[in-house]
């Protein structure tokens, strides 16, 4: 089992940035693929961005690219959403979310461990 705790959401102004933290305990961090996806009123949950166990490699949905940067720091056992330029349409829950597995993946369904997730509004 591992455990998940999303951390630094909040009220932003539009064009303004918020840094998003994911600490984990538990299950060995460090050989985990990480994810966040997130879920706005209304809407089914998306996929944002993901790295590999090693932070080499990494993939975003086309909607933050150039916008949002996740990163990890496996000694602290943390993934990080930097997001800047926020947008309206960026207020949602963001979760992280990790996996075990040979590939990266975007898919929701491919994560098998869950944060609680951390609110993001930004107003206009």
């Known amino acids: 089992q591992v455990q998940l705790v999303e951390s630094g959401g909040g009220l932003v102004q539009a064009g303004g940035s918020l840094r998003l933290s994911c600490a984990a305990s538990g299950r060995t961090f460090n050989s985990a693929h990480m994810a966040w996806l997130r879920q706005a009123p209304g809407k089914e949950r998306e996929f944002v961005a993901a790295i590999t166990w090693n932070g080499g490699s990494t993939t975003y949905a086309d909607s933050v690219k150039g916008r949002i940067t996740i990163s990890r720091d496996n000694a602290k056992n943390t993934v990080y959403l930097q997001m800047n330029s926020l947008k309206s349409e960026d207020r949602a829950v963001y979760y992280c979310?990790?996996?075990?597995?040979?590939?990266?993946?975007?898919?929701?369904?491919?994560?098998?461990?869950w944060g609680q997730g951390t609110q993001v509004t930004v107003s206009s």
């Open positions: 979310a990790a996996r075990w597995a040979l590939e990266l993946s975007s898919l929701e369904s491919q994560y098998n461990f």
